[in-house]
């Protein structure tokens, strides 16, 4: 099985570049990798994205756990900051978003205090922020799983796999 992602660049304005601005989006440039592993991957028509973190620049806009430090709206907020990482990273792979043919998968790691199980209240968010962007196109299979502890503290952890 062969692994790649292209790399292209083109300053064309795009459909999805039209809706991010209608919806005064901007993606950020894809997080680098923190550790030994690549951030996103192509295989076939599948594009995945290694967990991504509500980073802006190199610092985390927000740590802790949900239920404890942090509160639900806190929660989502990370969960949108993470998708859009995860959109970087695409976008980094494939140069534009237009070649989304569906969003396929959401996997939403939340940090969670005991008791915590609102988990799917804070994956919410980047479900209705990948919809908003694409619409029907961004409509997903996903998973939230409450997890004890995240790398550097952060609250949510975002996969993302596309189609294209």
Not at 84 to 98: P, R, S
Request: hydrophobic share 45%; charged share 25%; net charge negative.
């Amino acid at each position: 099985m062969r692994f790649r992602c292209l790399k292209q660049k083109d300053d064309r304005m795009t459909a999805i570049d039209d809706r991010l601005r209608e919806l005064n989006i901007e993606i950020p440039a894809a997080p680098p990798a923190v550790g030994f592993y690549v951030p996103v991957l192509q295989t076939g028509n599948l594009i995945m994205t290694s967990g991504q973190l509500p980073l802006v620049g190199k610092e985390l806009a927000f740590k802790g756990k949900l239920g404890r430090e942090l509160h639900d709206a806190e929660g989502q907020n990370a969960a949108r900051l993470a998708t859009l990482n995860a959109l970087a990273q695409v976008k980094a792979c494939i140069g534009d978003l237009d070649k989304i043919k569906r969003v396929v998968r959401l996997e939403g790691y939340i940090q969670s205090a005991d008791g915590y199980n609102d988990q799917a209240i804070v994956l919410n968010a980047a479900s209705e922020l990948l919809v908003d962007i694409f619409g029907d196109m961004g409509k997903h299979t996903r998973v939230a799983v409450g997890v004890s502890e995240l790398p550097l503290d952060s609250p949510v952890e975002i996969s993302l796999w596309v189609e294209v």
